[in-house]
């Protein structure tokens, strides 16, 4: 997948640049922009991030830098796959 331009630079939605100088205003906020990317004034804050139904919690560490809000707030559940749920089953008499 191609990236962004260097020069463009990464994208931050500006309800969010305003958000990065006031620190305390980003604690325990709900973000709709999922498209944005994490910067490093983010960390140690504790975000939740819209998944399209409800917004999970989520807490910014230096490892989810540079990455966008919406790969830590998944959109589908996971199911289980019908070979997994039957193999526990006790049978019966013959």
Known sequence: ???RSIWKGS????????????????????????????????VNCSVRIYNG???VRCKITEEKVGHKFGEFAFT???RLSRTNIGSGRKRGKK
């Open 11 to 42: 994208f931050v939605d500006a309800f969010l640049l305003r958000m990065k100088k006031k620190r305390d205003l980003l604690l325990n906020r709900r973000i709709w922009s999922r498209r944005s990317s994490i910067l490093p004034e983010f």
């Open 76 to 78: 589908r559940k996971r």
């Open 1 to 3: 997948m191609p990236r």
């Open 53 to 55: 139904k409800t917004p």
